[in-house]
């Protein structure tokens, strides 16, 4: 664990709603690190840590779907998920306007509003997970239950 240097909206949300937690910081410079990259630099294989994607329907709702930060979403299975006929990717330049995170920093726990969220089945071989802590260079690692519960989740098939 490191310093406390930063304490995150997120970390503030796991600390009102009594959640145990362990917070990581890693180095960054102007370079975006990708989740790999970010996983290795917190000690943790890439299969404990998994990223936030922000899709839309095409009934224009917003969906978000946690992955293995290694891993690719299968758009057709996220959309069957959700129930949509279709989703996409949101434009990065759009997700601080839906989410209140920045790319590199987008954490599921604490956007601007409660969007239907879907983890990766994959989850279910993990006890503890590792997510975005809302800021480039933070990461909070949690126990799967209280992630799927604090953000509402559904566990779904969702990789390539």
């Given amino acids: 664990m490191s310093k406390k240097l930063i304490k995150t909206n997120v970390l ?5 709603s009594d959640i ?3 917070d990581f910081q890693y180095p960054v ?3 975006h690190v990708d989740g790999v990259s970010a996983a290795i630099l917190v000690g943790k294989r890439p299969d404990e840590v998994y ?8 009934s224009k709702e917003y969906y978000i779907f946690v992955i293995p930060v290694a891993e690719n979403l299968n758009m057709k ?3 069957k998920a959700c129930g949509e006929k279709s989703i996409e990717m949101i434009n990065y330049k759009d997700l601080n ?8 920093g987008c954490s599921p726990i604490g956007m601007k509003k409660l ?6 089945q994959s989850i279910r071989n993990l006890d503890r997970v590792t997510v975005s802590a809302g800021k480039i260079g933070y990461q909070v690692e949690l126990n799967i239950e209280d992630l ?10 969702l990789l390539l």
Wanted: net charge positive.
């Fill in 51 to 58: 990223k936030t994607l922000v899709t839309q329907g095409n």
């Fill in 97 to 104: 306007k839906i989410t209140g995170y920045i790319r590199g």
């Fill in 12 to 16: 503030r949300i796991l600390d009102k």
């Fill in 29 to 31: 410079g102007k370079e």
């Fill in 148 to 157: 799927i519960k604090i953000v509402n989740a559904e566990v779904s098939d």
């Fill in 77 to 79: 299975k996220a959309a």
């Fill in 115 to 120: 969007y239907k969220t879907y983890i990766d």
């Fill in 20 to 22: 145990e937690y362990k």
